[in-house]
T-cell receptor, first 112, second 112 residues
């Protein structure tokens, strides 16, 4: 059974810092991996999707990397802002690409 | 451009009652899923569908029923509500295997 772990569970940083969120998974036979953002009391917003054949994907200040062989992905946030405060979730696709297994999330607070 | 629409947003049920959570998408997505989100447990897959007429169980299917008669709709039925089913329920859809998932805004269900 796939297990997904996100470390740290919570993170507080001052505005402007660059930061890295970690995601690890136990079964490397994944289809893709997707990073989401969730604001309190809201649904999930998709940030980045990395295909299993890719090493990284970028969108604005966000960069996600994937190392399938070691079962790891990282989400890099550059020049953090208070508006980045949210919970960040990674989800791995099973090898058929039709099911997601989620990590527990990292709750990020960026202080002004 | 509604995306994934879930109704109701909030619901309180008494133990033993039944109800249906509605989910509709207007993106012509083949894949649809139901997740529940609980503190400390993360998001867990309840049921999923890869097309009209095709459904399958996820990680936590007991107490829930689904059917998919159209591409657009994927309702989740609680057969006899229990306090353990108190949770936030999310519906999600995806165009195809391994594609981006789009989530609805959720239904917060309390069973008393």
């Amino acid at each position: 059974k796939q297990e997904v772990t996100q470390i740290p569970a919570a993170l507080s940083v001052p505005e402007g810092e660059n930061l890295v969120l970690n995601c690890s998974f136990t079964d490397s036979a994944i289809y893709n991996l997707q990073w989401f953002r969730q604001d309190p009391g809201k649904g999930l917003t998709s940030l980045l999707l990395i295909q299993s054949s890719q090493r990284e994907q970028t969108s604005g200040r966000l960069n996600a990397s994937l190392d399938k062989s070691s079962g790891r992905s990282t989400l890099y946030i550059a020049a953090s802002q208070p508006g980045d405060s949210a919970t960040y979730l990674c989800a791995v696709y099973n090898n058929a690409g039709n099911m997601l297994t989620f990590g527990g999330g990292t709750r990020l607070m960026v202080k002004p | 451009n509604a995306g994934v629409t879930q109704t109701p947003k909030f619901q309180v049920l008494k133990t033993g009652q039944s109800m249906t959570l509605q989910c509709a998408q207007d993106m012509n997505h083949e894949y649809m899923s139901w997740y529940r989100q609980d503190p400390g447990m993360g998001l867990r897959l309840i049921h999923y569908s890869v097309g009209a007429g095709i459904t399958d169980q996820g990680e936590v299917p007991n107490g829930y029923n689904v059917s998919r008669s159209t591409t657009e709709d994927f309702p989740l039925r609680l057969l006899s509500a229990a306090p353990s089913q108190t949770s936030v329920y999310f519906c999600a859809s995806s165009y195809s295997s391994g594609a981006y998932y789009t989530f609805g805004s959720g239904t917060r269900l309390t069973v008393v």
